[in-house]
């Protein structure tokens, strides 16, 4: 009975053999633990015959029955060809692309007289977790080791391995059905890994060495052993042996594997103290093997079997030993957070990259790539293919496939000690729209300042084989992780290297400069370092924060001013700088949860202002109105760039304020000057069934004694917007040296940094004449000064 092919089962069913059928003491604990809520679907994992997915059925669930016997399923559709709300499907949950399975997840999921045969038992219910709706339950129905006769116990499960299983779940209830274990396991522990340590080696074992392999999905191979730990193929040094040799040697005899020594690459030593011994483990990474793995006969006091995992369920594979841990950290930094630290000692030099993705990974590259382009965005054919092409998902190996393929979703990767996010992988659409922003072509150098891996290698997919990207980052772990990645999975044409990014990567700019250069995190100013490093005529790509909004900008060099048009700007938000040029932003804190924020210049009087609040409010209505989700972010810059005194105003996520209109945790454009305060909002006036026949118009509130007069200015500027922004888009923009004199500087509205002036060229009414500042920070060129 212990099959383990599909021709096996599809022979079995066609010889119209078949199990036990459901009981009513079974169906009676399905009804009572797991009823059918309003619009249920249930996942029936193993179908079979369909005796269960018919029951499911009945109680109400609208059914996914799955068996990889297509024999099963075609005696299941003749005997419940009446059965209404079930749908048969051919698929092998273990290895199959589960693309046809429903999107938005299931209440329940059944695996009966299935779970002993699963031959990854760990990574199967981990995947089927994830597809999981909000309060919803697996059920594992089997027989029990106990009962089962020893010819039969490999359809049974033994209380260790029950134990196993449930220990995965917040919630795990046990109940009998005439001599079955029903299983009812809810709330799925993402984060249940614990690293455990053995006592003090034995004297041959204070050098060691692990394997690591996957298989031709990207899955991690590791053995559960006798006492309940997983861990890597591996073991001591005998004496003549090198660490990569000792590792293969081990992999053969406990895994029954073979990797030939020269396809067996040395990482990187870990010292693990043990007491007073300091043990020594090579981490070593098969780039080929061949064999099937099995516990062999002189392994089984030690290893009760070998499963493939996938990387991002890692974290909640319960107890792992803890070199094997501390090894799989090593190749794929981040997939177990929270180890103890080591001394490590990296091999240098190349390893050839290690392919291997699960069948869904091409399918879920296609949706984005293709979600991403109906969305408007337009993005080159060479962009287009290489989002197409190279694997994401590998460069965040510590989530799912579906969140590594979201095409609106950055991932973080790595967190501060207080929880905030200080390195992602970007949104896709993001990084795909910043490189066309470089127009690249091949051949070029890059550079990317903010490493991470994914955005290098499109970036290298982009120029091609005879182009190169260097990226540098400031975090020693963010260099390693994105070096550890791309040898990996990578084209071999990325160079990550540690430095503080402001200063660009001196020691690796090309005899012209390097031809683009993208910047990965919010920037307050241009470093001077950039503009010398780019090569004439070169594209800079960066967000650029300006009064608090930020946009990614690409400039193209020309002698020492950089230059973007109108198409050059996009809507974004980035994890902001934490290097030598981190900008700190002067706040004032008023009443109410209040604070204004001086992001460039100086910051205003605010003396009095907080009296000023609890007075009359001035209202002001625009006339200019836009509908539900349309646009207004050109309106935000020009009101920023264009209105002397401008602020963000803040208000606090946990308290409202005390003004009108303005939402917990939002920021609204305001004008402070003169003990007095004016700030834009929006309040519905035409209300519809869908977000584009709902009308908002642009209302100025104001208070104090100068209120009207800085409304009067805010509703000019919103209308200046509708009448002659609005359709025309971004302005043209120039950034100058810091020391340029204004004399030399052209037409537009001027914004000093520390390092550079920008001057936004925006258009009037007449589309002709640009729409300058009045006084103060915001300054006026052109005046002949």
């Not at 020594?280 to 290893?303: D, K, T």
């Not at 002001?620 to 002397?644: N, Y």
Request: charged residues 25%.
């Amino acid at each position: 009975m212990a099959y383990v092919r599909r021709d096996q089962w599809d022979q079995h069913y066609a010889q119209d053999r078949c199990f036990r059928r459901v009981g009513q003491s079974e169906k009676a604990s399905l009804a009572e633990h797991v009823p059918a809520p309003a619009n249920g679907r249930a996942l029936d994992v193993g179908c079979g015959t369909g005796g269960l997915a018919s029951y499911l059925s009945e109680l109400g669930y609208l059914v996914d029955a799955v068996d990889f016997a297509g024999s099963a399923l075609a005696r299941a559709r003749v005997e419940w060809a009446d059965t209404v709300g079930v749908r048969w499907m051919c698929l092998d949950v273990a290895h199959d692309d589960a693309g046809e399975l429903c999107d938005d997840g299931y209440d329940l999921i059944t695996l009966r007289l299935v779970y002993p045969f699963l031959g990854d038992r760990q990574r199967v219910m981990d995947t089927l977790a994830g597809r999981l709706r909000p309060g919803g339950a697996i059920v594992v129905i089997t027989p029990l080791a106990a009962g089962t006769p020893a010819d039969r116990r490999d359809i049974a499960l033994d209380e260790d391995e029950i134990q196993l299983l449930t220990g995965g779940w917040k919630r795990a209830e046990r109940f009998d059905a005439d001599g079955l274990a029903v299983l009812v396991l809810r709330d799925a522990l993402r984060e249940s890994t614990v690293v455990e340590k053995e006592g003090a080696p034995s004297a041959q074992a204070v050098v060691g060495a692990c394997m690591v392999v996957t298989d031709a999905f990207g899955r991690v191979l590791l053995g559960h052993s006798r006492d309940g730990m997983w861990e890597l193929p591996g073991g001591g040094v005998e004496p003549g042996e090198d660490l990569p040799t000792a590792a293969v040697r081990e992999l053969a005899e406990e895994a029954g594997l073979h990797c030939r020594t020269e396809d067996a690459r040395l990482v990187a030593v870990l010292q693990d103290d043990r007491g007073l011994l300091r043990r020594l483990s090579g981490v070593v990474r098969a780039v080929a093997w061949s064999g099937a793995p099995v516990v062999p006969e002189q392994e089984r006091h030690r290893f009760e079997r070998w499963e493939w995992h996938d990387l991002h369920a890692l974290a909640a594979l319960g107890r792992v030993f803890a070199p094997s841990a501390q090894a799989l950290n090593r190749v794929w930094p981040g997939v177990l957070p929270g180890l103890p630290p080591v001394h490590v000692y990296p091999v240098a030099g190349r390893r050839p990259p290690v392919t291997g993705e699960p069948p869904q990974a091409a399918r879920l590259r296609r949706r984005m790539t293709e979600q991403i382009l109906r969305r408007g965005y337009s993005l080159s054919a060479p962009v287009v293919e290489a989002l197409r092409s190279v694997p994401r998902h590998r460069f965040a190996p510590e989530v799912p496939l579906e969140t590594a393929y979201d095409d609106d979703l950055a991932v973080v990767t790595v967190r501060s000690e207080e929880g905030q996010a200080v390195s992602s992988v970007s949104a896709p659409w993001l990084q795909g729209t910043m490189i066309d922003g470089l127009r690249p072509q091949p051949g070029m150098t890059m550079l990317e300042v903010g490493s991470g891996g994914f955005n290098a290698e499109l970036l290298a997919h982009v120029v091609g084989r005879r182009g190169r990207v260097v990226t540098v980052d400031l975090d020693p772990y963010v260099v390693h992780r994105t070096q550890q990645l791309t040898a990996e999975a990578g084209s071999g044409r990325v160079t990550a290297v540690l430095g503080d990014g402001a200063l660009g990567a001196p020691e690796h700019v090309p005899a012209d400069g390097f031809d683009g250069m993208v910047i990965t995190y919010n920037v307050w100013d241009l470093s001077p370092a950039w503009r010398e490093q780019l090569a004439e005529g070169g594209y800079l790509v960066m967000p650029l924060e300006m009064h608090g909004y930020t946009r990614a900008i690409a400039l193209r060099k020309r002698g020492s001013v950089l230059e973007a048009g109108p198409g050059d700007w996009t809507f974004c938000g980035f994890i902001r700088d934490r290097g030598s040029a981190a900008h700190t932003t002067p706040t004032v804190d008023l009443p109410c949860g209040l604070q204004l924020r001086f992001e460039d210049g100086l910051p205003a009087d605010t003396t009095g202002l907080g009296q000023v609040l609890g007075g009359p409010r001035y209202e002001l209505g625009t006339g200019v109105s836009v509908a539900g989700g349309e646009s207004f972010e050109t309106l935000q810059l020009l009101l920023a760039t264009t209105l002397d005194g401008f602020c963000p105003l803040a208000v606090d996520g946990k308290r409202d304020g005390g003004l009108a209109a303005v939402p917990r945790g939002a920021d609204a454009a305001a004008l402070v000057r003169e003990g007095s305060l004016a700030y834009l909002t929006h309040v519905l006036v035409k209300d519809g069934d869908t977000p584009a026949e709902r009308r908002s118009e642009f209302m100025i509130h104001a208070f104090g004694p100068a209120g009207e007069g800085l409304a009067e200015q805010m509703a000019t500027r919103v209308r200046t917007w509708d009448s002659s922004v609005r359709t025309a888009g971004y302005p043209h923009l120039t950034v100058h040296p810091a020391g340029t004199a204004d004399r030399d500087l052209p037409d537009g509205a001027v914004l000093d940094k520390e390092n550079c002036r920008l001057v936004f060229h925006w258009p009037d009414q007449d589309g002709d004449a640009p729409v300058t500042a009045a006084t103060g920070a915001l300054t006026v060129s052109g005046d002949g000064r």
